[in-house]
């Protein structure tokens, strides 16, 4: 590697720490805790005995982490929890790394400068590799650092590590080949977004429909199901991610070496008639900028519900032995073996995922400031207070749109196989994710107000904090004080469980009066550039 | 009514440790032309965030007709239109979209001047904003601002990114708009710009305003430039105050005098002199003569 692309290699890897020490750590912390709460949990093997027959048939538990292959032992269940869920993150990951190296810098014009130096587009296309692969390997270095220091054998952990990073060079793959074709960062990201959906929805499939099993080998999360860390270990399947990533970086380096610099392999229609549609306001002109993401959302959304409610119906009591009934009440799930009761849980996933919705709005939010177009508003006759004002109720808003729809489709998808679930319960089973939502949308807020360079790291990182703690707090016996930090404690899953209005309005206020505080405080303070 | 378009008053900005702008006390009269010169970070643009209560003063306040521009934006806003020196428009919109926008949030426009400027800047108002170059995004806001006819308007380096024909058209724009008694704040680093335009001239060195007046009261108070040149080799001659002293050839000296030039023609009546030239300094030499000022080297 020449001098130069070394350079621009650890500027890359500098460019993307935050995010990926982040990553680290959370990838370190989910290793032992599952490790940790299992063996605490489950002391015996007659306890485990029970845990495998009982969870291992069920179905909506392997919608969040896959299909377990040995629930006897620690290591296959770490391979299952930790596995499972991970492989989401690793996917993750590499899109973004992708897209902030390979689509993000050009975007913003800073690549041009970059050619112009002493780098060809193959240089930089391997330096880029060379700084995002450094980061793949962070992350498998904190997961096998988490399994071991929980006390898991040392070679079981490193291919267990293995088999979940083994997504990433797949989805960095994804991720360059968007870059390559997209125009814009956000379209690229969009793209990437689309295939770790596609991928998980591939996965739940394969996992909760009898006869489509052999779906699994479609999606690289099922992959790293068929890997089997710590039950019966296949390193061959290993050549799957392998043969897709290189096809996928081939092509994106073929791309990235015929395309003009600063465009994507689809131009942009750069001339258009006017439209005048949603130029009124400021808010309107927001709305006009964000419609490409809220169809994504909406779709996304409306699109998973619906598949949730068609796999409610296959959900019976005989998925689960009495003996378990207790160990379910245990962990608030006692209703989970009806369809209604199956999709109650499931909504903890909407409640979350339309949390992390207001948390990308107040992002779009700080965005509009760090690209200065705010200067360019307020320096119009636009209040400050009138302009976020519309911003927070406009999120509020699409917030509310994904919730109700979330509950609609679900019960759609539910009816049209038949199943016994009431259109009432499960529009209050969405409606029930908008005091979350609300209250990370003024957490969010409130942060672009006071500190609004740390804007997303404060809105997604409590968010995430908040929803691993309340998922993994009670496993490692967390004292409940602790458990009782996480807005997601407080939420009754309803219709299985009675709806918690003292918490909704405890939320709510909370969610207000940080809306409040946003407004003043942001007057009150300069414009901060990028 | 307060009848001076902007007027600061130890108007004082803090960035941590960086003092960007100390005291500042500006007073622009309706209907003027002003031109505000200073060197790159002499805090020109930050003085134009204040003037539009983007930041907050650390100490002092700043007035548009009067009106508080920090306590009340709003308000102020209504009657200025402000072009940035690094256009930042919405990418996604075509420049039609962009005037229609910003004039919406305005509230009112004058459609046929604003057709009458898109034809003088030959902007093509179909293409996205992303298409754009600097230059071209730089007149969709400059069609913008002037065709509001607001009566202030802020110019933060309007130029920059202007070829040499646009600058005509723009130099044409800011003329009708002072016959139409609409005020220009122009900050420039054009030195041939603000001296074809502006009445008046403020000159900003490290936050501070260090000189301001018509380009003749600078001149008044400027250095003069004499050459002289002389039969033979040119002499020594023995240090005088106010006045500065360079070779500028073998038989040839240049002097830069503030204040009287009586000392130093006492000071060459003993020698032959062949020629002898005066000018007065161009805006030009006025403001190097500042900006070496800052640097040191004066």
């Known amino acids: 590697m020449s001098d130069a692309a070394r350079a621009f290699a650890r500027r890359t890897l500098a460019d993307s720490r935050v995010r990926t020490l982040s990553f680290a750590a959370f990838f370190a912390v989910i290793a032992a805790v599952n490790v940790v709460g299992y063996r605490k949990t489950y002391p015996t093997v007659a306890d485990r005995i029970r845990f495998a027959v009982g969870f291992g048939a069920n179905k909506s538990i392997r919608l969040f ?60 296309f391997g330096a880029m590799l060379v700084a995002i692969a450094t980061g793949g390997v962070a992350l498998w270095l904190a997961m096998f650092v988490g399994l071991v220091a929980a006390r898991l054998p040392a070679g079981g952990s490193a291919f267990l590590a293995l088999a979940v990073v083994s997504v990433v060079p797949v989805f960095v793959g994804v991720g360059a080949v968007a870059s390559q074709v997209a125009p814009t960062r956000r379209l690229a990201l969009g793209i990437g977004s689309g295939a770790v959906a596609l991928a998980f929805v591939l996965r739940v499939v394969a996992d909760t429909s009898s006869g489509l099993e052999a779906l699994r080998w479609a999606t690289p999360l099922g992959w790293v199901e068929e890997l089997r860390a710590f039950a019966s270990p296949r390193p061959a399947v290993l050549l799957l991610p392998l043969a897709a990533a290189t096809a996928l970086l081939v092509a994106a380096r073929a791309i990235a070496m015929r395309r003009d610099v600063g465009s994507g392999l689809f131009h942009a229609h750069d001339s258009a008639p006017p439209r005048d549609r949603l130029l009124g306001s400021p808010t309107a002109q927001a709305l006009r900028g964000e419609l ?79 690209e200065q ?94 929803f691993v703690w309340e998922l993994f707090g009670a496993i490692v016996g967390a004292p409940s004080w602790t458990l009782n930090l996480s807005p997601f404690h407080h939420i009754g899953l309803v219709p299985a469980q009675p709806f918690r209005p003292a918490a909704a309005a405890v939320m709510l206020a909370v969610a207000a009066a940080s809306a409040v505080a946003a407004l003043a405080v942001f007057e009150r303070r300069d414009l901060t550039g990028p | 009514m307060d009848d001076a378009a902007i007027r600061t008053e130890g108007l004082t900005k803090r960035y941590g440790d960086t003092l960007a702008l100390d005291g500042l ?26 003037l539009l ?42 420049g039609e979209e962009t005037l229609v926008y910003l004039a919406r949030l305005r509230g009112s426009t004058d459609a046929a001047y604003r057709d009458v400027l898109v034809d003088r800047f030959q902007l093509d108002t179909d293409k996205r904003v992303r298409a754009l170059s600097k230059g071209n995004r730089q007149k969709v806001q400059l069609v913008a601002a002037f065709a509001t006819r ?112 009586g000392p130093l023609l006492e000071a060459l009546a003993p020698h032959r002199v062949v020629a002898l030239t005066s000018r007065e300094p161009s805006l030009e030499e006025i403001f190097l003569h500042h900006y070496d000022a800052a640097d040191g080297r004066v």
């Open chain 1, 65 to 124: 982490y896959g299909v377990p292959h040995d629930l006897l032992s620690v290591g296959g269940y770490a391979a299952w929890r930790a596995g499972g869920s991970l492989s989401i993150a690793a996917a993750v990951w590499g899109v973004l790394a992708a897209v902030r190296a390979m689509r993000a810098e050009e975007d913003a014009g800073r690549q041009e400068l970059v050619l112009a130096g002493a780098i060809g587009r193959s240089g930089a």
């Open chain 1, 292 to 370: 490409g993401i809220l169809a994504a959302w909406v779709l996304g959304i409306a699109g998973f519900a619906f598949i949730l409610g068609v796999i409610s119906n296959s959900i019976s009591p005989a998925d689960i032995p009495a003996s378990l009934q207790q160990q379910l009440e245990k962990l608030g799930l006692s209703s989970i073996t009806t369809p209604s009761g199956y999709l109650s849980f499931t909504f903890l996933f909407f409640v979350f995922a339309i949390a992390l919705f207001a948390c990308s709005q107040a992002a779009a939010t700080r965005r509009e400031e760090a």
């Open chain 1, 373 to 466: 177009l705010l200067e360019t508003l307020l320096a119009l006759p636009v209040g400050r207070r009138r302009w976020l004002a519309g911003r927070i109720v406009l999120a509020a808003g699409a917030s509310c749109v994904l919730a109700l729809l979330a509950g609609v489709c679900a019960w759609a998808g539910a009816a049209a196989e038949g199943a016994d679930v009431a259109l009432g319960g499960m529009v209050g089973a969405g409606a029930n994710a908008l005091p979350a939502s609300l209250l990370f949308l003024g957490i969010g807020m409130l942060a672009f107000a006071a500190v609004p360079r740390a804007t997303a790291a404060v809105a997604y990182g409590l968010a995430s904090l908040a």
């Open chain 2, 25 to 50: 006390e500006l007073d622009v009269r309706s209907g003027e032309v002003y031109g505000f010169l200073g060197p790159n970070g002499a805090g020109k643009t930050t003085t134009i965030r204040l």
């Open chain 2, 53 to 94: 209560g983007l930041h907050k003063p650390t100490a002092g306040r700043a007035f548009l007709f009067g009106v508080d521009a920090w306590r009340d934006p709003v308000l102020a806003h209504r009657r200025a239109a402000y072009v940035a020196g690094e256009p930042f428009l919405w990418p996604a919109l075509t």
């Open chain 2, 150 to 261: 607001a009566d202030l308007l802020l110019l933060d380096e309007p130029t920059a990114g202007l070829d040499p024909l646009m600058e005509v058209a723009f130099r044409a724009t800011v003329l009708e708009a002072k016959e139409r008694g609409q005020t220009v704040f122009l900050s420039s680093h054009i030195l041939s710009e603000v001296e074809a335009l502006c009445d008046r001239v403020g000159i900003l060195r490290r936050g501070r305003l260090v000189d301001q007046g018509t380009l003749d009261e600078l001149r008044h108070l400027s250095a003069q430039a004499i050459e002289v040149t002389f039969e033979g080799p040119a002499p020594e001659l023995p240090p005088l105050a106010g006045v500065h002293v360079d070779r500028a050839g073998p038989q040839a000296l240049r002097f830069e005098v503030t204040g009287s030039v």
